[in-house]
């Protein structure tokens, strides 16, 4: 069985599609059914024998690009660009608070999607009105969030790395401050938080390996018995693999987790508090 991956242009994902009686390679463009309408894709691998068998889940490609496929989208791209501009002076004229992300033109032309952000609920009917007077077509005004404005626009994170949310991202997972403090970090939201100003997606990629290491491990702020003394956990480095106590004198010191042995450390049994305090 042949597998193709599709890409759907930029800012999209890719795909998975059944060639069926296509002959594919790299750089083909095609047209598969997306969303309950036509979409162009390029090919950017072909896999005459995978591993895993995608049986149920894979699209179907409706015919090879033609020259005509080709010029309709040259066309549509070009009406986008139009009615980028044409929507973003109506805005304008109306004062709306309204920050205009995208424009998505129908491959068949037959419906354009604008995609925006907005503090709130916002009155746009007078502008859809303008916008089906001006370009004759069904329109849609479509209001996304601050994490979808950044998966369209694309950028670079402070990694220094394309936004994962625009690369290969299909699916945005709830991230939460629990998991920077799992992975010791830093908590300045300067330093947690992306472009769109929300909590970085990728605090979630380690997160339950550090929940894993965690499991077999004394729990920070248990006493413990070393050869230097008694020692309070504050702090493990889990890519360093060391662990640090405070000693009784507040001095700090680290161990790696080898020198512990962890297999033979012996938690300090908790005081008990007096009855009569």
Same mark, same amino acid.
Do not use: W
């Given at each position: 069985?042949?597998?193709?991956?599709?890409?759907?242009?930029?800012?999209?994902?890719?795909?998975? =599609?059944?060639?069926? /009686?296509?002959?594919?390679?790299?750089?083909?463009?095609?047209?598969? #059914?997306?969303?309950?309408?036509?979409?162009?894709?390029?090919?950017?691998?072909?896999?005459?024998?995978?591993?895993?068998?995608?049986?149920?889940?894979?699209?179907?490609?409706?015919?090879?690009?033609?020259?005509? !496929?080709?010029? /309709?989208?040259?066309?549509?791209?070009?009406?986008? /660009?139009?009615?980028?501009?044409?929507?973003?002076?109506? $805005?304008?004229?109306?004062?709306?608070?309204?920050?205009?992300?995208? =424009?998505?033109?129908? &491959?068949?032309?037959?419906?354009?999607?604008?995609?925006?952000?907005?503090? +709130?609920?916002?009155?746009?009917? #007078?502008?859809?009105?303008?916008?089906?007077? #001006?370009?004759?077509?069904?329109?849609?005004?479509?209001?996304?969030?601050?994490?979808?404005?950044?998966?369209? =626009?694309? @950028?670079?994170?402070?990694?220094?790395? @394309?936004?994962?949310?625009?690369?290969?991202?299909? !699916? &945005?997972?709830?991230?939460?401050?629990?998991?920077?403090?799992?992975?010791?970090?830093?908590?300045?939201?300067?330093?947690?938080? @992306?472009?769109? @100003?929300?909590?970085?997606?990728?605090?979630?990629?380690?997160?339950?390996?550090?929940?894993?290491?965690?499991?077999?491990?004394?729990?920070?702020?248990?006493?413990?018995?070393?050869?230097? +003394?008694?020692?309070?956990?504050?702090?493990?480095?889990?890519?360093?693999?060391? $662990?640090?106590?405070?000693?009784? !004198?507040?001095?700090?010191?680290?161990?790696?987790?080898?020198?512990?042995?962890?297999?033979?450390?012996?938690? $300090?049994?908790?005081? #008990?508090?007096?009855?009569?305090?």
């Amino acid at each position: 069985m042949t597998i193709a991956k599709i890409c759907l242009g930029p800012g999209n994902h890719c795909c998975l =599609v059944d060639p069926g /009686q296509f002959p594919l390679k790299t750089a083909d463009r095609v047209v598969l #059914e997306q969303d309950g309408g036509l979409k162009l894709g390029k090919v950017v691998g072909v896999y005459p024998d995978p591993e895993v068998q995608f049986s149920g889940r894979l699209k179907s490609l409706v015919r090879l690009a033609t020259p005509e !496929d080709l010029a /309709q989208e040259e066309k549509n791209r070009l009406l986008e /660009q139009r009615a980028l501009q044409f929507c973003q002076d109506r $805005v304008d004229s109306h004062r709306l608070p309204i920050y205009l992300v995208q =424009v998505e033109c129908l &491959f068949d032309a037959s419906k354009i999607v604008f995609y925006f952000t907005a503090p +709130g609920r916002v009155d746009f009917r #007078e502008l859809v009105k303008d916008l089906v007077q #001006e370009f004759r077509t069904r329109i849609e005004l479509r209001q996304i969030g601050v994490r979808h404005r950044a998966k369209m =626009v694309g @950028g670079l994170g402070i990694c220094g790395r @394309g936004l994962c949310c625009a690369g290969f991202l299909r !699916d &945005f997972e709830p991230v939460s401050v629990r998991m920077a403090k799992e992975q010791q970090l830093s908590l300045n939201p300067n330093k947690i938080s @992306g472009i769109c @100003g929300r909590l970085m997606c990728c605090l979630t990629y380690e997160y339950s390996s550090y929940q894993e290491l965690r499991k077999s491990l004394p729990k920070v702020g248990k006493r413990l018995q070393v050869p230097e +003394g008694e020692g309070k956990i504050i702090r493990y480095n889990f890519i360093r693999e060391t $662990v640090t106590l405070e000693m009784e !004198d507040r001095r700090e010191v680290e161990f790696t987790l080898a020198e512990l042995g962890l297999g033979e450390v012996r938690p $300090v049994a908790p005081v #008990e508090p007096d009855s009569e305090a």
